[in-house]
């Protein structure tokens, strides 16, 4: 068998969760040796001392973002860009044509767009006929007010988040029983409950009517996610998993699943947004209530590598065919728990 070359992989927002088991997966890969650079734009992600090569770049929204990585992957000699952040995937989906040769694990910049855009997703979802919260696009706090009261608030509870956003910024439940007093004493800090009032309030103070909204019913029920990688709108291999022991808006512990519903999904939503390489679709009971198209959290297992697998794909390495045959490994026994971690060092 001839051995496979080394590849340097380029991997952003390394200061992102995900990034310790991430790069571990990548590097322990029983084919070959993978370089990793790693980019941030803080100094201090932890990437600085888990990749080969560490280098600060600016913020995915930045103008600059694009050129700035596709420098340093003439720099570094890189194969692939893997990207992390929702942030940073418009800009490399728009300028992914100007790499020359290194591939860039983004899907279009459409779907790009139509995924980060909730209000554009949660359209799209009930179109196609999957289940997901009923919901209204506002800007400003008495546009707010109304949807709220319309959606059933203060007998029911909602929710409400920015349009565009990532990692449960903004994200806030808004529920007419909340006790203050509770939180205040007994609460650990960020708990998301808020009353309407309180809301509409703080939109009121400022100059302009502040961001485009998202207001929800309020999904309840276990979380699931759907993680895997796609072509050309076609899923190529993934599974379904739980999400359970949240702390600060990160999932702690999760299961993998068996469930075909939860593919058939995942199947209609590639399809309709032609994703490419790595998507994570989010459900709420049976609401889906978030597509991202990107790499998530994985569930690794020893014969079963998908951050790896993806990468291979995307380079042209293996088949689709090759890897839809994989599908039968994953255990649905399988479990994994996040933990914190520290690295210690000398200096700034």
Same mark, same amino acid.
């Given at each position: 068998?001839?051995? *496979?070359? /080394?590849?340097?992989? @380029? +991997?952003?927002?390394?200061?992102? =969760? $995900?990034? #310790?088991?991430?790069? !571990?997966? &990548?590097?322990?890969?029983?084919?070959?040796?993978?370089?990793?650079?790693?980019?941030?734009?803080?100094?201090?992600?932890?990437?600085?001392? *888990?990749? /080969?090569?560490?280098? @600060? +770049?600016?913020?995915?929204?930045? =103008? $600059?973002? #694009?050129?700035?990585? !596709?420098? &340093?992957?003439?720099?570094?000699?890189?194969?692939?860009?893997?990207?992390?952040?929702?942030?940073?995937?418009?800009?490399?989906?728009?300028?992914?044509?100007?790499?020359?040769?290194?591939?860039?694990?983004?899907?279009?910049?459409?779907?790009?767009?139509?995924?980060?855009?909730?209000?554009?997703?949660?359209?799209?979802?009930?179109?196609?006929?999957?289940?997901?919260?009923?919901?209204?696009?506002?800007?400003?706090?008495?546009?707010?007010?109304?949807?709220?009261?319309?959606?059933?608030?203060?007998?029911?509870?909602?929710?409400?988040?920015?349009?565009?956003?990532?990692?449960?910024?903004?994200?806030?439940?808004?529920?007419?029983?909340?006790?203050?007093?509770?939180?205040?004493?007994?609460?650990?800090?960020?708990?998301?409950?808020?009353?309407?009032?309180?809301?509409?309030?703080?939109?009121?103070?400022?100059?302009?009517?502040?961001?485009?909204?998202?207001?929800?019913?309020?999904?309840?029920?276990?979380?699931?996610?759907?993680?895997?990688?796609?072509?050309?709108?076609?899923?190529?291999?993934?599974?379904?998993?739980?999400?359970?022991?949240?702390?600060?808006?990160?999932?702690?512990?999760?299961?993998?699943?068996?469930?075909?519903?939860?593919?058939?999904?995942?199947?209609?939503?590639?399809?309709?947004?032609?994703?490419?390489?790595?998507?994570?679709?989010?459900?709420?009971?049976?609401?889906?209530?978030?597509?991202?198209?990107?790499?998530?959290?994985?569930?690794?297992?020893?014969?079963?590598?998908?951050?790896?697998?993806?990468?291979?794909?995307?380079?042209?390495?293996?088949?689709?065919?090759?890897?839809?045959?994989?599908?039968?490994?994953?255990?649905?026994?399988?479990?994994?728990?996040?933990?914190?971690?520290?690295?210690?060092?000398?200096?700034?």
């Amino acid at each position: 068998m001839t051995a *496979l070359r /080394d590849l340097t992989v @380029l +991997v952003t927002a390394t200061g992102s =969760p $995900g990034t #310790a088991a991430l790069l !571990r997966a &990548l590097r322990e890969n029983g084919e070959r040796r993978v370089r990793l650079v790693g980019t941030d734009m803080a100094e201090r992600a932890i990437g600085r001392h *888990l990749c /080969d090569a560490f280098e @600060l +770049v600016p913020g995915g929204e930045d =103008p $600059g973002f #694009a050129d700035a990585v !596709r420098d &340093l992957c003439a720099k570094h000699r890189v194969d692939a860009v893997l990207p992390q952040s929702s942030y940073d995937l418009l800009a490399l989906a728009e300028a992914k044509h100007r790499f020359d040769g290194v591939a860039v694990l983004t899907s279009s910049a459409d779907a790009v767009r139509r995924s980060n855009d909730k209000a554009a997703s949660s359209e799209m979802l009930d179109r196609i006929g999957v289940p997901t919260p009923a919901w209204r696009r506002v800007r400003g706090a008495a546009a707010l007010a109304a949807a709220a009261t319309e959606l059933g608030y203060p007998g029911r509870d909602v929710c409400m988040k920015p349009v565009s956003g990532s990692g449960s910024r903004g994200f806030r439940v808004l529920s007419a029983t909340v006790d203050r007093r509770e939180q205040l004493l007994h609460a650990k800090p960020g708990a998301l409950g808020m009353r309407l009032e309180e809301v509409t309030e703080l939109l009121e103070r400022g100059d302009d009517l502040g961001p485009e909204l998202l207001v929800m019913e309020l999904a309840t029920g276990g979380e699931r996610t759907i993680d895997g990688f796609a072509a050309g709108g076609r899923v190529v291999l993934g599974h379904p998993k739980t999400r359970e022991a949240m702390r600060c808006g990160l999932a702690m512990f999760f299961r993998t699943l068996d469930d075909d519903g939860l593919m058939a999904i995942a199947d209609r939503i590639c399809a309709e947004l032609e994703l490419d390489h790595f998507f994570n679709i989010q459900l709420v009971g049976d609401f889906v209530i978030e597509v991202n198209p990107r790499i998530s959290t994985v569930v690794y297992q020893e014969d079963l590598n998908l951050p790896y697998l993806g990468l291979k794909h995307a380079l042209g390495e293996t088949s689709t065919e090759e890897l839809r045959a994989l599908a039968a490994r994953v255990r649905p026994t399988r479990r994994s728990l996040r933990f914190f971690d520290q690295v210690d060092w000398d200096g700034d």
